[in-house]
């Protein structure tokens, strides 16, 4: 018997991807067992193969530049496999006038790229946690806060305009930090489970 083989998810993202830990001194990183990427793993089980690539402070790629890169990448993916792309965050945070129209722009013509490479089913665009706290608007986060919400409203725009998977992250109530930005050990389990739902949800589809 001949078994299928398993459906590989690359997630291509930053630091939150990585798993960094601003309280971990040593390597800065989540345990591998603490980290959504591990975690979703587990919950997916066998019949998926999750492939992680976050690099920390990763902004959207610049094509001039990273072309190259993302071609090896998506060349290890074959059919029904996705490129999972969670990226923006430090478009916002890594500025001192954050601009949303710009993380957008660079966006479409990253998907332009994408789609031209790949079916565009194959592709989920993840709109990250807003950076800050919606409830509590910290003086130095308003303006950053408020951009990374124009963000994912034109990332959700671009995706219905590529025809690709889309989700929102900063409406699963993602547990952060003291720094506003990255992902608390309950924000990991969170996200996990919120992308495992997610992605079942989508299987159903696809199959109905």
Do not use: C
């Amino acid at each position: 018997m001949i078994l299928e083989r398993p459906q590989k998810i690359l997630f291509y993202g930053d630091s939150n991807t990585y798993g960094y830990d601003p309280a971990d001194l040593l390597d800065n990183r989540y345990p591998a067992e603490k980290r959504w990427t591990t975690i979703l793993q587990k919950k997916l089980g066998k019949a998926w193969l999750v492939k992680e690539y976050g690099l920390n402070g990763r902004k959207i790629p610049e094509l001039k530049y990273d072309a190259h890169r993302i071609n090896v990448l998506i060349s290890g993916l074959e059919p029904g496999d996705l490129f999972a792309v969670m990226l923006g965050t430090n478009d916002i945070l890594l500025t001192m006038e954050p601009d949303a129209e710009t993380a957008i722009h660079k966006m479409q013509l990253f998907l332009d790229f994408l789609t031209q490479k790949m079916d565009p089913s194959d592709i989920l665009l993840i709109a990250p946690p807003n950076i800050g706290n919606a409830k509590i608007i910290h003086p130095l986060y308003g303006k950053y806060l408020e951009e990374s919400v124009k963000m994912n409203m034109g990332f959700q725009k671009l995706a219905n305009i590529y025809q690709i998977m889309f989700a929102d992250a900063a409406k699963w109530g993602i547990d952060l930090t003291g720094d506003l930005v990255h992902f608390s050990e309950k924000g990991h389990r969170t996200f996990a489970e919120k992308l495992n739902e997610f992605l079942i949800n989508e299987t159903r589809k696809m199959h109905n």
